[in-house]
């Protein structure tokens, strides 16, 4: 099976600006979770979708959003750009239905903040 | 409030050697763990879990620990070779609830 995918891979931005990043899952998974990683936080959470309503929600501003499409692809948006924005953003993926199941990351999306 | 911490920013040991990884946790409904490696520029890889109805699962030369009334759990690796060298997180979720809490990550380095 292919494993999850991310695009772009790299992103150069100006504050104010906005931007989308995109997740395609593993084959068959439900579940799509994102995540951001920055050097003085670490890997925060910032929600999970599952057929295509948001299920789980972290601690982040409005201005960080996502949807989940019928093939179970997601999209993340982040409006209003800030210099603190600049992270790894990954995604994660899995079946979404069975208790302490394992979530399998992509290769993530790094954002630049200029 | 850091619900999972690893204290040790870095480790080093030397190929061949026992590699002892850990985290602590504060949440008590906290119900899997995971251990996930990751190099630079990639994403995190998953390694081994443990429920919190096990103490111990083992998957070839990596090993998790789980002390519950502690709240402490180890990632063991024997022998340890070059290629663990990277970073590695300990996760937590709870009740089947598919939100991850990670710790800060600790850098393993394996000198041959």
């Known amino acids: 099976k292919a494993g999850v995918t991310q695009t772009p891979r790299y992103l150069i931005k100006t504050r104010g600006q906005q931007v989308t990043l995109s997740c395609s899952p593993i084959?068959?998974?439900?579940?799509v979770s994102w995540y951001q990683q920055t050097p003085g936080q670490g890997l925060q959470f910032l929600f999970e979708?599952?057929?295509?309503?948001?299920?789980n929600k972290g601690n982040f501003p409005g201005r960080f959003s996502g949807r989940q499409f019928s093939n179970s692809r997601s999209e993340m948006n982040v409006s209003t750009l800030e210099l603190g924005d600049s992270a790894l953003y990954l995604c994660?993926?899995?079946?979404?239905?069975?208790?302490?199941?394992?979530?399998?990351f992509g290769p993530g999306t790094r954002l630049l903040v200029l | 409030d850091q619900q999972v911490k690893q204290n040790s920013p870095s480790l080093s040991v030397q190929e061949g050697r026992i590699s002892i990884l850990n985290c602590d946790y504060t949440?008590?409904?906290?119900?899997?763990f995971l251990w996930y490696k990751k190099y630079p520029a990639e994403g995190p890889t998953f390694l081994i879990s443990?429920?919190?109805?096990?103490d111990k699962n083992e998957d070839g030369r990596f090993t998790v620990f789980l002390n519950k009334s502690a709240k402490h759990l180890s990632l063991h690796i024997v022998p340890s070779q070059p290629g663990d060298s990277a970073v590695y997180f300990c996760?937590?979720?709870?009740?089947?609830?598919?939100?991850?809490?990670f710790g800060q990550g600790t850098r393993l380095t394996i000198n041959p």
């Open positions: 996760a937590a979720s709870q009740q089947g609830a598919q939100k991850l809490v």
């Open positions: 443990i429920s919190s109805i096990k």
């Open positions: 084959s068959g998974h439900r579940s």
């Open positions: 949440n008590s409904m906290f119900d899997y």
């Open positions: 979708y599952f057929s295509e309503t948001q299920r």
């Open positions: 994660a993926s899995s079946s979404g239905q069975r208790a302490g199941e394992t979530q399998y």
